[in-house]
């Protein structure tokens, strides 16, 4: 997500009858935009902040640093709060709107939740590419967040209730991939732009535009989806846009397990609540440790300032933003062979060797760095620029096809039914929230621990592989319903928060005959 997630609606294997119809492809196409959208935003500003123009106008003490050679150390010069909350601070809006998210894509609907992020993004985009002062440039970032927290809450939820069953797991993934072709694309823009002075910045800035006004103009025309016009009591309605977006007259099946589980749906009263209790325990942990976990890869320290680092080692600027441009392709490919094995060799597997490759890329880095780049000389040879670009793509492709998805995938696959959209908002919540950290924390951390800090990652890395090892249970091929008593009540850890017989009764209500039977 946000990257964001996907809740599930319905079980696998009920599949109903249903075309892949138009409105189904607008559907993916809209995914594609938010996704992208919130992709460019965490690929722009790594770019726009190593370009000179902008320093000049909006940080000027960063650029004096950055070019008084010999009097600041190396790992510093980019060390500086405001220069980080520009990054940070459109994921401190994020999580803060996620709540207000979770409101509206029940009462609105999923589709007005949408048409507020894209308004969000329109009017986000113009504060930042007019900006003239730092004020204006975070309070862009800031809308842009709250754009970030209504779309990332809506677009997954909108998708998984408009696309057939059988295509769902796959659209979850292909939300990922939009991520990091966001971030590839701001790259490339970066790239272009960085040529264009004095204004090539305002053009990185603006043109995040054009995924923006594309989320607003899809949302005006999609309709509602069945789910949320139902749960919202406008039956005939659902029923009619049931029929549209499946393009057959056969939808009564469909129909009822959607007004069913609207039912059960609202007979819990608090969602939040229900997350606490004792057989949610082991869902909820897994989940928001993936979260942290996945932010402690150190992954954004690439994404958000790739250029920024490779500056650092005394990359010029234009190698700088080439580099980042290669290993946003990383990112990109690595997604598409996540998409490829996450069925075939499962979570657990893909997590452990990626796990072993970014360990070990990490501590190849860092000890080249420790020996090659000190304080005030920046002396990389090409060879070994080259090599640490390598590097950095070894360690990129293993999250690409680990950490980056399946820190997804995951907690939307292992809620049950009944706190399914709560566990989302804490996932994207608590994502958003490890997110801002990194953001705002690491180019003082590298100020700090210099090339330590990819030992600081790599061993975090070494943590969520443990944790991966003892407590993450594999959950391959096993359809949603039957989770708890394939996977929680099998697991030597987690069973024991299953043996409750008020639970099994719980079960039993939420799960009913009619709704989840095969
Ligand atoms: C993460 C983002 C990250 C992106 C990189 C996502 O799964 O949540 O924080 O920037 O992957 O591709």
């Known amino acids: 997500m946000p990257a964001g997630g996907f809740s599930v609606a319905a079980p696998p294997g009920t599949d109903f009858e249903a075309k892949i119809t138009p409105i189904v492809v607008i559907s993916c196409i809209m995914a594609a935009t938010g996704g992208l959208m919130f992709g460019y935003d965490v690929g722009v500003s790594g770019g726009v902040t190593s370009m000179d123009d902008f320093l000049i106008k909006f940080f000027p003490t960063v650029y004096r640093k950055k070019n008084e050679k010999g009097l600041e150390s190396n790992y510093c010069k980019y060390d500086n709060q405001g220069l980080q909350l520009f990054t940070s601070s459109l994921y401190l809006a994020g999580l803060t709107a996620t709540f207000f998210a979770s409101y509206t894509t029940r009462r609105l609907g999923r589709r007005l939740t949408m048409l507020i992020a894209g308004i969000f993004f329109i009017v986000g985009v113009i504060f930042n590419g007019a900006a003239q002062d730092l004020a204006m440039l975070i309070i862009g970032r800031i ?9 990332n809450q809506a677009v997954p939820l909108f998708l998984s209730e408009i696309a ?7 659209l979850n993934i292909l939300f990922q991939l939009n991520v990091t072709i966001g971030i590839l694309f701001a790259n490339l823009v970066n790239y272009g732009t960085a040529k264009i002075h004095p204004w090539g910045w305002r053009l990185s800035l603006s043109l995040a535009g054009i995924p923006a006004v594309l989320l607003t103009a899809g949302a005006l025309f999609v309709v509602d989806t069945p789910n949320s016009l139902i749960e919202r009591g406008r039956l005939e309605e659902g029923r009619a846009v049931l029929r549209k977006i499946r393009g057959t007259d056969n939808i009564e099946p469909e129909f009822n397990e959607i007004l069913e589980a609207s039912r059960i749906a609202q007979q819990v009263k608090h969602p939040f609540r229900n997350l606490l209790k004792r057989r949610n325990i082991p869902q909820l942990t897994i989940a928001i440790l993936l979260q942290i976990f996945q932010q402690f890869t150190g992954i954004n320290a690439i994404m958000f300032y790739a250029p920024v680092l490779f500056n650092t080692l005394g990359f010029k600027s234009d190698a700088s933003l080439y580099s980042a441009v290669i290993t946003g392709a990383v990112n990109v490919l ?3 062979v996540s998409i490829y094995s996450v069925d075939r060799v499962g979570r657990r597997m893909l997590l452990l060797e990626a796990g072993v490759q970014m360990f070990l890329s990490q501590v190849v880095i860092s000890v080249v760095l420790g020996i090659k780049v000190t304080d005030h000389s920046d002396d990389l040879s090409h060879g070994y620029a080259v090599f640490v670009v390598v590097m950095v793509c070894t360690f990129v492709s293993a999250f690409a096809w680990s950490w980056g998805p399946l820190g997804w995938l995951i907690p939307s696959e292992t809620f049950p039914l009944e706190t399914r959209s709560a566990g989302q908002s804490i996932t994207v919540c608590v994502n958003l929230l490890f997110t801002f950290v990194i953001a705002q924390a690491f180019l003082s951390m590298l100020c700090h621990l210099k090339y330590g800090i990819f030992a600081f990652f790599s061993g975090w890395v070494l943590v969520m592989s443990v944790f991966v090892i003892f407590l993450l249970p594999e959950t391959k091929n096993v359809p949603i319903e039957e ?7 099998q697991h030597w850890f987690w069973k024991r928060f299953m043996d409750d017989d008020d639970d099994d009764e719980k079960n039993n209500e939420i799960y009913g005959a009619k709704e989840l039977a095969p």
């Open 143 to 151: 809308l842009l967040g709250c754009g970030v927290g209504f779309a």
């Open 164 to 170: 057939p069953t059988r295509i769902r797991g796959g």
């Open 334 to 336: 690595s997604t598409i």
């Open 483 to 489: 989770m708890t008593e394939r996977v929680w009540k």
